[in-house]
């Protein structure tokens, strides 16, 4: 547990400081530039490159990109948004976690697509307690997520990590509660929800890896992976201060 906690406290650290160089201007490859040294600086190793053939570090997806968006020459613009979903390596554990930032001021919609979005996060996490069901989560996430007129994405799931990046259970962002396996004490999951302020619909990119909205409409994303103990979930994707988002 250590190591996936070491993981994962650079994780955090990385988009904490990804965060802080999304500004106007700014490339989304210099950002994976950035993210990579950051990992390899503190000897951890990019989780998300060369995994299943993904080529960067970072995954960076802007407005209607949902999720793996491939950084490029592409520059942010004022009134953006942007999702950083990251992995990380320590000894053979992972870490992950996204976040969405807004690149300078951004529209009333978009600012409450963000704040809902971070929400149902924490509401998931919230869910995870011992003797609950993993649909339990999944119905947290869903119900506060519509109950704001937005929708979340029905692809893309979230999972448990390990030794391994992607492990059982996945973890849906939408269903009925009480389902699916009990939830115990030591497990370790990635709990992320993806929300567009549109339909629930995506399309993948000729790029075979950006997914879009399918109807154009604003699209955020945040995670984190935590552990379930005896008294309730812990974040692990934390800094050493113990700041998160």
């Not at 929400?119 to 997520?145: C, F, K, M, N, W």
Request: proline share 6%; hydrophobic share 40%.
């Amino acid at each position: 547990m250590d190591r996936i906690g070491q993981a994962s406290r650079l994780v955090a650290e990385a988009l904490l400081a990804l965060r802080e160089e999304s500004q106007p201007g700014v490339k989304t490859a210099e950002l994976d530039r950035f993210a990579e040294a950051f990992l390899l600086e503190r000897g951890a190793q990019p989780a998300f490159k060369g995994y299943r053939g993904y080529p960067c570090t970072v995954c960076t997806s802007v407005n209607e990109e949902v999720v793996h968006g491939l950084p490029s020459e592409r520059r942010l613009q004022e009134g953006e948004i942007l999702s950083l979903d990251l992995g990380a390596i320590v000894e053979g554990y992972y870490g992950d976690a996204a976040l969405t930032v807004p690149i300078g001021e951004i529209s009333p919609e978009a600012r409450r697509l963000l704040q809902v979005t971070r929400e149902a996060l924490h509401r998931g996490v919230a869910a995870a307690v011992p003797g609950q069901h993993l649909t339990d989560i999944s119905h947290a996430i869903q119900t506060y997520v519509e109950a704001d007129g937005f929708s979340v994405v029905r692809i893309f799931v979230g999972h448990g990590i390990g030794r391994a990046l992607h492990e059982e259970p996945q973890i849906p962002n939408f269903g009925p509660p009480g389902r699916g396996p009990l939830l115990k004490p030591g497990m370790v999951l990635a709990i992320e929800p993806m929300v567009n302020a549109g339909t629930h619909e995506v399309t993948i990119l000729e790029d075979r890896w950006t997914a879009v909205t399918q109807d154009g409409s604003l699209s955020a994303h945040f995670e984190h992976t935590i552990v379930i103990t005896e008294k309730g979930p812990e974040i692990l994707t934390r800094s050493e201060t113990g700041e998160t988002w």
